[in-house]
C-alpha cells in the first residue's frame, strides 16, 4: 500500500484539523464530511483505506472518487459527498462510469506484461517479453528512425484515455529532447468550432452553463449535457440546477429526442442533421424583417452585418450577412422559413415562431452542443449559430451567451513543463493516417499543413498512449487497418494500454498501463459552471503483474537515448506533480499551498464574478477591450476567410464562406442515394466515455447498444426492436441492435459512438463501432473529423 493513503480514522482525525479552513473564504479545501453512511463498513474492516482519485477520462467532467481498499485491491468506489450543493460549491459526484471504475482496475482481461508482436500487424498476436526487451527495442527502433528520416517522422496521436494533466505529456518532453516531433492541431471533439470561432469573435468563449439562471429563454442546438456530461464535474448538474433556480423556458433542436430534450426541455424540434445553419438563416430572415434585430449593437460592435459596416474591400458588393439573408447576395435567394422548412423538414410556423420568442426574449441564452460542428460542414454551422445571439444583442451581458458551448470557471490548468519543439511542422489531428499513405501529397493549401508547404517524409514512428484512435474512433477503419498493417509505412508503433482495444492490436511494441488510479494525479474541471476545482489523486494501489506507469517506463527510455538525467531533473513521479501544481500557483491560480491541498485532496473555489459572461468587458468597453480579430470587433463578415476560401485549394463541395451561413454538406442529405438512403448521426453515450468503460460489463447491460430508426422506416424495412440489423455504407458495414423508437426523427438513424470494433472474417464490424460507416475526408476549414455526416442503408442481418 503507499503511504499516501492512510487508514480511515487516521484520516477522520486528520480531516477536524481542516474544517476551519474549508469554512473560510477562498479556496475551500474539500473533505469536511468525507465519509458519511461508511463508517458502518469501518466496524466491519478495521484496516479499510480511503484513497482520493478521480475518473480521468474525457467527458471534460474529471469527478472525484473515493477507493476503498484492502488486501491492495480497490473493493468498493463512493464519490465526491463534500460541499453544500450550492452554485459554487457543490458535488463533484460522479456518473454511473466513474462509479464503476473498479471493474475496470481489478478486471481479468486488463493487459500485464509487455509484449511485442508476432503476427501481422492487427492480428492480435503477441508474445510476451522482458521490459529490458521492450526499453531496447523502442529505444534502438527510435534511433533508428531519428536517424534515417529525421523527427518530422515522429508522431504522437490524439488520445483521450487519460486527461489527468500530470501524465500524457511526458511523452513530448521526451521527443523535444531528442530533436522534436510532428505537431498536431486540433482535437476530435471540437476542432471545427475551435478552428471558425475565432475568426468571429477572435477566440472561442460562451458564459458559464451556470448563468443560464439569469436567462429568460434558452435555446440548445445539438447540446446533450444530460448523457455526456451528466455527473457533478460535468455542464449536465449546472444546467439542472440553473433551469430549477430560474425558471427559463427551454428549446432543444436535435433530430434525436435526447435525455437532454426528455428531462430538461420544455420543447424539441426535430432537425435534419447537418441544417442547423439553414435554421439560423430563416431564423435571421424574421428578425431581420420584423424589426427584432438589435441595430445598435450590431452597428457598434461587429463588421459585416450591412452594407454600411462591411470592411472597404467588400463594399458595393451585396455581400453582407443582411443582403444574403434578404435576398440580394450572389445566390439572389431569400432565405424565409418556406425556404428553410424544404431543407430542415422544420414547419414554416415553428421557424417563425422561434425566431420571434428569440427575438423578443430578454435575456436569451444560445448554446450549441458539440454534435453540429462535428460534420463537414461543421465550421459553418458553428459561427451560423452564433448569429442568433449577436442579432439579438445578447452577446457580452448575463443570461446571454455568444452561442458556442457550454463554457465554466477554471481554477487551474497546467501540464508537464518543457522546452518547445523544434520542429515547427504541424498537420490537423485527423490528417495523420494521410501522413502515413501519401505524405508528400499532403500540401498547406490542399489539407492545412502548418510551418511548410508540404511534408516532406512519413510518419515512421508513433507513440499511442490510452489512446483508441489509430482505428476504434478514426474515420474510415477499414482503410486505417489496411494502412497500418502495412509495416513498410509506418515502420514502428509503441502502444500503452489497460485492455487490448482494436488499435492495440497494431503495436509492434504493447505495453500494459497503470491506469490514473495507480499513481499520483492531476485533475481539473473543464465545465463545471460557475466552481473551479482541483482534485490531487493518489494511489489507490500497487501496479499488479508487470504494469508500470508511463513516466517510470519513458525514464528507462529516456536513458537509452541519453538523456535521462535531462528528462527527469532528479524528480519522481510525487515531486513533478508538486511541481505541476507549484507553477500553477506562479502564474497566478488562487491555489493553497501544496501541502495543505495534498491533505484534503480536493480543492474548490466559486468564480469570484458569481457566473463567467464571454466578452462582458467588450460590451462594456469596444475600444478600450477589442476582440482578437483584426477589425477588434464581431466580425460577421470575415476578410481572413474570404481570402483562404479564394486561394485555398478545396473539394468541389467543400465550402469556406466569409459569411456565417448555412453551406449544404459534402456527403449529407443531398447525396443520399437508393444505395444510402439514411442519414445516420452518432451521440456520446451513457455507458461510455469515447471508447472507455467499453468493455464494462455491467455498463453494456444497462446500456445497450442499439441504433435508433423511426417507426416509418422501420416498417418499410420490416425491422422490429431487438433486431439484429446490418448497416452499410461505401465506408464499410456493422451490426448492431435495432431500437424502433419515434424519438429519432424520419430518415435519420442513430448510434451512441465510441462501441469497439470487432471485426468478422469478411471485415464486418460485429461491435456496432459508428467509425467503421465515417469518411476519411476531413471537414475544409480545421481538415477535422466530419463523423456525424454518414449516409447509410439498413437492413435484417
Same mark, same amino acid.
Request: charge should be negative; charged fraction near 25%; glycine fraction near 8%.
Given at each position: 500500500?503507499?503511504?499516501?493513503?492512510?487508514?480511515?480514522?487516521?484520516?477522520?482525525?486528520?480531516?477536524?484539523?481542516?474544517?476551519?479552513?474549508?469554512?473560510?473564504?477562498?479556496?475551500?479545501?474539500?473533505?469536511?464530511?468525507?465519509?458519511?453512511?461508511?463508517?458502518?463498513?469501518?466496524?466491519?474492516?478495521?484496516?479499510?483505506?480511503?484513497?482520493?482519485?478521480?475518473?480521468?477520462?474525457?467527458?471534460?467532467?474529471?469527478?472525484?472518487?473515493?477507493?476503498?481498499?484492502?488486501?491492495?485491491?480497490?473493493?468498493?468506489?463512493?464519490?465526491?459527498?463534500?460541499?453544500?450543493?450550492?452554485?459554487?460549491?457543490?458535488?463533484?459526484?460522479?456518473?454511473? &462510469?466513474?462509479?464503476?471504475?473498479?471493474?475496470?482496475?481489478?478486471?481479468?482481461?486488463?493487459?500485464?506484461?509487455?509484449?511485442?508482436?508476432?503476427?501481422?500487424?492487427?492480428?492480435?498476436?503477441?508474445? &510476451?517479453?522482458?521490459?529490458?526487451?521492450?526499453?531496447?527495442?523502442?529505444?534502438?527502433?527510435?534511433?533508428?528512425?531519428?536517424?534515417?528520416?529525421?523527427?518530422?517522422?515522429?508522431?504522437?496521436?490524439?488520445?483521450?484515455?487519460?486527461?489527468?494533466?500530470?501524465?500524457?505529456?511526458?511523452?513530448? &518532453?521526451?521527443?523535444?529532447?531528442?530533436?522534436?516531433?510532428?505537431?498536431?492541431?486540433?482535437?476530435?471533439?471540437?476542432?471545427?468550432?475551435?478552428?471558425?470561432?475565432? *475568426?468571429?469573435?477572435?477566440?472561442?468563449?460562451?458564459? #458559464?452553463?451556470?448563468?443560464?439562471?439569469?436567462?429568460?429563454?434558452?435555446?440548445?442546438?445539438?447540446?446533450?449535457?444530460?448523457?455526456?456530461?451528466?455527473?457533478?464535474?460535468?455542464?449536465?448538474?449546472?444546467?439542472?440546477?440553473?433551469?430549477?433556480?430560474?425558471?427559463?423556458?427551454?428549446?432543444?433542436?436535435?433530430?434525436? *429526442?435526447?435525455?437532454?430534450?426528455?428531462?430538461?426541455?420544455?420543447?424539441?424540434?426535430?432537425?435534419?442533421?447537418?441544417?442547423?445553419?439553414?435554421?439560423?438563416?430563416?431564423?435571421?430572415?424574421?428578425?431581420?424583417?420584423?424589426?427584432?434585430?438589435?441595430?445598435?449593437?450590431?452597428? %457598434? *460592435?461587429?463588421?459585416?452585418?450591412?452594407?454600411? $459596416?462591411?470592411?472597404?474591400?467588400?463594399?458595393?458588393?451585396?455581400?453582407?450577412?443582411?443582403?444574403?439573408?434578404?435576398?440580394?447576395? !450572389?445566390?439572389?435567394?431569400?432565405? $424565409?422559413?418556406?425556404?428553410?422548412?424544404?431543407?430542415?423538414?422544420?414547419?414554416?410556423?415553428?421557424?417563425?415562431?422561434?425566431?420571434?420568442?428569440?427575438?423578443?426574449?430578454?435575456?436569451?441564452?444560445? *448554446?450549441?452542443?458539440?454534435?453540429?460542428?462535428?460534420?463537414?460542414?461543421?465550421?459553418? %454551422?458553428?459561427?451560423?449559430?452564433?448569429?442568433?445571439?449577436?442579432?439579438?444583442?445578447?452577446?457580452?451581458?448575463?443570461?446571454?451567451?455568444?452561442?458556442?458551448?457550454?463554457?465554466?470557471?477554471?481554477?487551474?490548468?497546467?501540464?508537464?513543463?518543457?522546452?518547445?519543439?523544434?520542429?515547427?511542422?504541424?498537420?490537423?489531428?485527423?490528417?495523420?493516417?494521410? !501522413?502515413?499513405?501519401?505524405?508528400?501529397?499532403? $500540401?498547406?493549401?490542399?489539407?492545412?499543413?502548418?510551418?511548410?508547404?508540404?511534408?516532406?517524409?512519413?510518419?515512421?514512428?508513433?507513440?499511442?498512449?490510452?489512446?483508441?484512435?489509430?482505428?476504434?474512433?478514426?474515420?474510415?477503419?477499414?482503410?486505417?487497418?489496411?494502412?497500418?498493417?502495412?509495416?513498410?509505412?509506418?515502420?514502428?508503433?509503441?502502444?500503452?494500454?489497460?485492455?487490448?482495444?482494436?488499435?492495440?492490436?497494431?503495436?509492434?511494441?504493447?505495453?500494459?498501463?497503470?491506469?490514473?488510479?495507480?499513481?499520483?494525479?492531476?485533475?481539473?474541471?473543464?465545465?463545471?459552471?460557475?466552481?473551479?476545482?482541483?482534485?490531487?489523486?493518489?494511489?489507490?494501489?500497487?501496479?499488479?503483474?508487470?504494469?508500470?506507469?508511463?513516466?517510470?517506463?519513458?525514464?528507462?527510455?529516456?536513458?537509452?537515448?541519453?538523456?535521462?538525467?535531462?528528462?527527469?531533473?532528479?524528480?519522481?513521479?510525487?515531486?513533478?506533480?508538486?511541481?505541476?501544481?507549484?507553477?500553477?500557483?506562479?502564474?497566478?491560480?488562487?491555489?493553497?499551498?501544496?501541502?495543505?491541498?495534498?491533505?484534503?485532496?480536493?480543492?474548490?473555489?466559486?468564480?469570484?464574478?458569481?457566473?463567467?459572461?464571454?466578452?462582458?468587458?467588450?460590451?462594456?468597453?469596444?475600444?478600450?477591450?477589442?476582440?482578437?480579430?483584426?477589425?477588434?470587433?464581431?466580425?460577421?463578415?470575415?476578410?481572413?476567410?474570404?481570402?483562404?476560401?479564394?486561394?485555398?485549394?478545396?473539394?468541389?463541395?467543400?465550402?469556406?464562406?466569409?459569411?456565417?451561413?448555412?453551406?449544404?454538406?459534402?456527403?449529407?442529405?443531398?447525396?443520399?442515394?437508393?444505395?444510402?438512403?439514411?442519414?445516420?448521426?452518432?451521440?456520446?453515450?451513457?455507458?461510455?466515455?469515447?471508447?472507455?468503460?467499453?468493455?464494462?460489463?455491467?455498463?453494456?447491460?444497462?446500456?445497450?447498444?442499439?441504433?435508433?430508426?423511426?417507426?416509418?422506416?422501420?416498417?418499410?424495412?420490416?425491422?422490429?426492436?431487438?433486431?439484429?440489423?446490418?448497416?452499410?455504407?461505401?465506408?464499410? %458495414?456493422?451490426?448492431?441492435?435495432?431500437?424502433?423508437?419515434?424519438?429519432?426523427?424520419?430518415?435519420?438513424?442513430?448510434?451512441?459512438?465510441?462501441?469497439?470494433?470487432?471485426?468478422?472474417?469478411?471485415? %464486418?464490424?460485429?461491435?456496432?463501432?459508428?467509425?467503421?460507416?465515417?469518411?476519411?475526408?476531413?471537414?475544409?476549414?480545421?481538415?477535422?473529423?466530419? #463523423?456525424?455526416?454518414?449516409?447509410?442503408?439498413?437492413?435484417?442481418?
Amino acid at each position: 500500500m503507499t503511504e499516501t493513503c492512510m487508514s480511515r480514522r487516521s484520516f477522520v482525525k486528520s480531516t477536524s484539523a481542516l474544517a476551519a479552513l474549508a469554512a473560510a473564504g477562498g479556496s475551500v479545501l474539500a473533505n469536511q464530511n468525507p465519509f458519511g453512511v461508511t463508517e458502518a463498513r469501518a466496524a466491519e474492516n478495521d484496516q479499510d483505506t480511503v484513497c482520493w482519485s478521480a475518473c480521468s477520462t474525457n467527458c471534460e467532467g474529471r469527478c472525484a472518487l473515493r477507493l476503498h481498499v484492502k488486501d491492495n485491491e480497490v473493493y468498493w468506489v463512493e464519490t465526491d459527498n463534500t460541499g453544500n450543493d450550492e452554485f459554487g460549491n457543490h458535488q463533484i459526484r460522479a456518473c454511473q &462510469r466513474g462509479r464503476s471504475i473498479r471493474r475496470w482496475l481489478n478486471s481479468p482481461d486488463r493487459l500485464q506484461y509487455p509484449m511485442k508482436r508476432v503476427g501481422e500487424r492487427g492480428s492480435g498476436q503477441f508474445e &510476451r517479453i522482458s521490459w529490458d526487451e521492450a526499453i531496447d527495442t523502442i529505444a534502438s527502433e527510435y534511433k533508428r528512425i531519428l536517424s534515417e528520416y529525421g523527427p518530422e517522422s515522429i508522431f504522437i496521436p490524439y488520445g483521450t484515455g487519460v486527461q489527468a494533466c500530470n501524465i500524457a505529456d511526458f511523452i513530448p &518532453r521526451l521527443c523535444v529532447l531528442n530533436g522534436g516531433y510532428l505537431n498536431r492541431y486540433g482535437t476530435y471533439s471540437s476542432a471545427q468550432i475551435a478552428k471558425a470561432l475565432p *475568426y468571429l469573435y477572435g477566440k472561442r468563449a460562451a458564459n #458559464s452553463n451556470s448563468d443560464i439562471v439569469n436567462a429568460e429563454l434558452v435555446v440548445l442546438f445539438g447540446e446533450n449535457a444530460a448523457e455526456n456530461r451528466m455527473s457533478g464535474g460535468g455542464a449536465g448538474y449546472h444546467l439542472m440546477e440553473a433551469l430549477e433556480r430560474g425558471h427559463a423556458k427551454v428549446i432543444v433542436i436535435d433530430p434525436r *429526442y435526447s435525455d437532454s430534450a426528455a428531462t430538461r426541455a420544455d420543447e424539441w424540434i426535430p432537425i435534419r442533421p447537418g441544417t442547423d445553419a439553414a435554421l439560423v438563416d430563416a431564423l435571421a430572415y424574421v428578425l431581420i424583417t420584423e424589426d427584432l434585430v438589435d441595430e445598435e449593437f450590431l452597428a %457598434t *460592435y461587429c463588421i459585416g452585418y450591412d452594407e454600411s $459596416t462591411m470592411p472597404e474591400s467588400a463594399k458595393g458588393k451585396n455581400a453582407s450577412y443582411k443582403d444574403y439573408i434578404l435576398g440580394n447576395g !450572389a445566390d439572389k435567394t431569400a432565405k $424565409t422559413p418556406a425556404w428553410a422548412s424544404q431543407i430542415t423538414r422544420i414547419p414554416q410556423e415553428t421557424i417563425e415562431r422561434l425566431a420571434r420568442e428569440i427575438g423578443t426574449a430578454k435575456p436569451c441564452a444560445i *448554446y450549441q452542443g458539440k454534435g453540429p460542428q462535428r460534420r463537414s460542414n461543421g465550421e459553418q %454551422t458553428a459561427r451560423a449559430i452564433c448569429m442568433l445571439p449577436i442579432l439579438t444583442g445578447n452577446v457580452g451581458i448575463n443570461g446571454g451567451n455568444t452561442g458556442s458551448d457550454h463554457d465554466g470557471y477554471y481554477l487551474a490548468w497546467a501540464s508537464v513543463p518543457m522546452e518547445d519543439n523544434p520542429v515547427e511542422t504541424s498537420i490537423s489531428t485527423f490528417n495523420w493516417l494521410n !501522413a502515413i499513405d501519401h505524405p508528400t501529397e499532403l $500540401t498547406a493549401l490542399a489539407d492545412g499543413v502548418k510551418g511548410k508547404d508540404r511534408l516532406d517524409v512519413p510518419i515512421k514512428f508513433m507513440w499511442n498512449y490510452a489512446g483508441n484512435c489509430l482505428t476504434n474512433q478514426h474515420g474510415e477503419i477499414d482503410r486505417a487497418h489496411e494502412i497500418l498493417k502495412d509495416d513498410t509505412k509506418c515502420e514502428f508503433i509503441v502502444v500503452w494500454e489497460t485492455f487490448m482495444t482494436d488499435s492495440a492490436k497494431y503495436a509492434d511494441i504493447l505495453l500494459p498501463d497503470a491506469m490514473p488510479q495507480e499513481q499520483p494525479t492531476y485533475n481539473s474541471n473543464d465545465y463545471a459552471g460557475n466552481m473551479g476545482y482541483v482534485i490531487l489523486g493518489e494511489a489507490a494501489t500497487e501496479p499488479k503483474f508487470e504494469r508500470r506507469t508511463l513516466y517510470s517506463v519513458l525514464t528507462d527510455i529516456a536513458e537509452k537515448m541519453g538523456c535521462k538525467e535531462a528528462f527527469t531533473e532528479g524528480h519522481d513521479e510525487m515531486e513533478w506533480l508538486e511541481i505541476i501544481y507549484n507553477s500553477m500557483i506562479e502564474d497566478g491560480s488562487p491555489l493553497p499551498p501544496f501541502a495543505e491541498a495534498w491533505k484534503s485532496h480536493i480543492v474548490k473555489k466559486a468564480d469570484p464574478d458569481g457566473h463567467s459572461v464571454a466578452f462582458k468587458d467588450f460590451r462594456e468597453d469596444p475600444i478600450a477591450n477589442p476582440l482578437k480579430t483584426p477589425s477588434g470587433k464581431i466580425e460577421i463578415y470575415s476578410e481572413e476567410l474570404a481570402e483562404i476560401a479564394g486561394t485555398w485549394e478545396l473539394d468541389e463541395a467543400d465550402i469556406i464562406d466569409p459569411l456565417p451561413v448555412y453551406a449544404p454538406e459534402n456527403g449529407g442529405y443531398l447525396n443520399a442515394s437508393e444505395a444510402t438512403p439514411l442519414q445516420m448521426t452518432g451521440y456520446h453515450f451513457k455507458g461510455r466515455t469515447h471508447s472507455c468503460y467499453a468493455p464494462i460489463d455491467v455498463l453494456q447491460q444497462a446500456n445497450r447498444q442499439q441504433v435508433w430508426i423511426n417507426p416509418a422506416d422501420a416498417e418499410s424495412r420490416g425491422i422490429q426492436t431487438g433486431d439484429r440489423v446490418k448497416i452499410t455504407n461505401a465506408q464499410g %458495414t456493422t451490426h448492431m441492435e435495432a431500437r424502433v423508437t419515434p424519438r429519432v426523427m424520419p430518415g435519420v438513424v442513430a448510434a451512441g459512438q465510441g462501441a469497439w470494433y470487432k471485426g468478422g472474417a469478411d471485415g %464486418t464490424d460485429e461491435g456496432g463501432c459508428i467509425n467503421t460507416l465515417v469518411s476519411g475526408h476531413p471537414s475544409p476549414l480545421a481538415k477535422a473529423n466530419p #463523423s456525424h455526416t454518414i449516409l447509410v442503408e439498413i437492413a435484417k442481418a
